[in-house]
């Protein structure tokens, strides 16, 4: 099956710097890819994706790469600001094969210092 | 609210009893998935229904954890004899479109959880 490890854990940036948490598969199968941003106490909100056919996606400050080759994908967000402070999870899956569970990522705790 | 919605949102229980989550998902969405999600780890894929018929179950899902869904709207997860290696939030999602062919946005709609703790 589906593994996907992700880095780092824990991330403290200053407010307005940028952040960057990485995410590594292991199914070359995979071809959706989407990033879940996870409040204290909230649920899991999805915050943009990529998939396989695409290199790069980017949605205002948050953006998102994939390199099928290297089977790794990365989320920057810039500027940052105090409400991007959450918990950040990568996913991964193949879709089209009627198997379309999301291997999540152990989650990256981003800390936005002021 | 119109969301995905969760009961009960805490269960605390005894070793060795049966426990029951109910998810009530998006009323359009034809596609329910159960995660379960344990403290500092991403939710981990338990099963996933599309309409009724139940479609996939992950390796997680020991004999002692059954989902139904049976008329395709709300879902329920029973887990019987419960273990302490139970305890977790029981997060059920839902999705308007499948993935496959390229259509839709994959995106799933997430609860606020079900947190079990088994004494």
């Known amino acids: 099956g589906e593994n996907v490890e992700q880095h780092p854990s824990t991330l403290s940036v200053q407010e307005g710097d940028s952040a960057v948490i990485k995410c590594t598969y292991s199914d070359s199968a995979s071809n959706y890819f989407p990033w879940y941003k996870q409040e204290l106490g909230k649920r899991p909100q999805l915050i943009i994706d990529?998939?396989?056919?695409?290199g790069e996606k980017k949605d205002q400050r948050i953006a998102v790469t994939l390199n099928k080759t290297a089977k790794h994908f990365s989320l920057h967000i810039t500027e940052t600001q105090p409400e991007d402070s959450a918990v950040y999870f990568c996913?991964?899956?193949?879709?089209?094969?009627?198997?379309?569970?999301?291997?999540f990522g152990k989650g990256t705790h981003l800390i936005i210092q002021p | 609210d119109t969301g995905v919605s969760q009961d009960p949102r805490h269960k605390i229980t005894k070793r060795g009893q049966n426990v029951t989550f109910r998810c009530d998902p998006i009323s359009e969405h034809n596609r329910l998935y159960w995660y379960r999600q344990t403290l500092g780890q991403g939710p981990e894929f338990l099963t996933y229904?599309?309409?009724?018929?139940?479609?996939?179950k992950s390796r997680l899902l020991s004999d002692r954890f059954s989902a139904e869904r049976p008329k395709g709207s709300f879902s329920t997860l029973e887990i019987q004899r419960t273990e302490q290696g139970d305890s977790a939030m029981y997060l059920c999602?839902?999705?308007?479109?499948?993935?496959?062919?390229?259509?839709?946005?994959?995106?799933?709609?997430f609860g606020e959880g079900s947190r079990l703790t088994v004494l």
């Open positions: 999602a839902s999705s308007p479109n499948p993935l496959a062919g390229g259509s839709g946005t994959g995106e799933l709609f």
């Open positions: 229904f599309q309409n009724e018929a139940q479609l996939e």
């Open positions: 990529i998939r396989s056919n695409v």
């Open positions: 996913a991964a899956t193949y879709s089209g094969g009627g198997a379309d569970g999301l291997t």
